[in-house]
């Protein structure tokens, strides 16, 4: 059997301890209404659901549904990997999650490229273009170390110059990129959804952006990791011209899945950097090749495909719950988050207030000298997992639909506790 390392095993031990809100968000006198039915059963079916897990926008927690599909894929494709009985249902996968994908959220089939991670889409985007010494590119101060390595690195390399927009909440989008602009801004990537302070980029914004830029001749990339399954996410809408995400995130789908959208006019443009087998439809061994006419060009190699199966269940049983349903769930939980966070003295907001600029990204300005790495600890010793992010006193919530009331309650006052 594998086991975890003894720190986290101490951290499981924990997990099945009862929970009660104590503190501010217990003298409230509100009764939290049951989860209703939908929820319930929904929860009964994400096994780490059994204690309150707020790490979605870490790493997200798989429903039976997909952990089934996966085994069940594996031990189809290994009961003779080769026979056409078998290879051939399976090459059916990734066609089928492609078209599946575009489908919810707003992409063409022939515009998606399945991925193992965002991270592995962010740089398929970063290294598409011949950077020169000087040249630029446009990030935020709210990035992932995934949209922020990679350019790094082409710094280091080419000499790129990095320059950052100021996408704390309430600070408009388009004035703030537009300032960092100049002659020799080739790209801008910027994340969809903040895993800092939960802030979403709203749709008709990234439109406007994308307006700005396509003139000029900028490539503009999503970083769309806290995307799919936590906010509305309409790739054509945006207007953005490559979008990267995951799926081992809010779709609740296998860890090691992603998919990178790229808009079908820019194509052409995006050059490859890394190639191989299952990148093109034609070549010959005198040194001619055609690449694949649509994203899939962007992928190569042999491929995860129980896994990729596993994203497709992911997505499906999401939409088995309705996806709009989902949705509106986590907005419901987060705007109670919110009124229990202004109701606290101790703690305070570093998310966007308004419901459209927030997410289930909900991050907590911790009290005076509280340290939220420090904090995390403690709160894992009461069997809540939550995060500590970019600033030091900032903690974050991930809310999911299958969170609950008495979850966040009890989550915010064993935060005030722990702090004080
Ligand atoms: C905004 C953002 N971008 C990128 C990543 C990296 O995601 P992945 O592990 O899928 O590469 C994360 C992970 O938390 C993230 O929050």
Redesign the pocket.
């Known amino acids: 059997m594998v086991m975890p390392p003894a720190g986290r095993r101490a951290l499981l031990k924990t997990l099945a301890l009862p929970l009660i809100p104590v503190g501010a968000f217990a003298r409230t006198g509100r009764q939290t209404p049951a989860a209703p039915d939908w929820v319930r059963r929904a929860r009964a079916a994400i096994p780490a659901s059994s204690s309150p897990f707020f790490q979605t926008?870490?790493?997200g927690p798989s429903p039976r549904a997909v952990i089934e599909a996966v085994a069940e894929q594996l031990e189809f494709q290994n009961r003779s990997p080769a026979h056409p009985d078998v290879s051939g249902p399976m090459a059916r996968i990734e066609p089928d999650l492609r078209a599946q994908l575009a489908r919810v959220f707003g992409a063409r089939a022939e515009e998606v490229a399945l991925t193992h991670?965002?991270?592995?889409g962010?740089s398929i985007v970063a290294w598409s273009l011949d950077w020169r010494e000087g040249d630029e590119v446009v990030i935020s101060n709210t990035?992932?170390?995934?949209?922020v390595i990679p350019w790094y690195v082409l710094r280091d390399r080419f000499g790129i110059a990095i320059r950052e927009a100021d996408l704390s909440p309430g600070a408009d989008l388009v004035a703030e990129v537009r300032k960092q602009l100049s002659p020799r801004t080739r790209m801008v990537s910027i994340?969809h959804?903040?895993?800092n302070n939960g802030r979403r980029l709203r749709t008709a914004d990234c439109a406007r952006l994308a307006a700005l830029l396509r003139p000029r001749g900028i490539r503009f990339h999503l970083?769309g990791?806290?995307g799919p399954g936590l906010v509305e996410t309409d790739f054509g809408a945006l207007g953005c011209d490559a979008y990267?995400?995951?799926g081992?995130?809010w779709l609740l789908g296998p860890k090691g899945t992603?998919a990178l959208f790229v808009r079908r006019e820019v194509l052409e443009e995006v050059k490859l950097s890394w190639a191989g087998a299952h990148s093109h439809e034609t070549m010959d061994y005198d040194g001619n090749y055609r690449l694949l006419p649509s994203a899939a060009r962007f992928e190569f190699g042999t491929r995860a495909l129980a896994d990729f199966h596993g994203l497709s269940r992911a997505v499906e049983w999401l939409e088995e719950l309705g996806l709009d349903r989902v949705l509106a769930r986590t907005r419901d939980l987060t705007g109670y988050a919110v009124e229990a966070v202004g109701r606290s003295p101790a703690l305070g907001l570093a998310s966007p207030e308004t419901p459209e600029d927030r997410s289930g990204i909900l991050v907590v300005r911790l009290p005076g000298s509280c340290d939220a790495a420090a904090l995390y600890p403690k709160l894992g010793a009461r069997g809540i997992l939550a995060s500590p992010v970019r600033d030091p006193r900032d903690f974050r919530l991930s809310i999911h639909f299958f969170n609950t009331r008495d979850e966040i309650a009890t989550a915010l006052s064993a935060i005030e506790t722990g702090c004080a």
């Open positions: 926008g870490g790493i991670s965002t991270s592995e962010i990035e992932h170390p995934a949209n994340s959804v903040s895993r970083d990791a806290q990267s995400t995951c081992h995130k992603g």
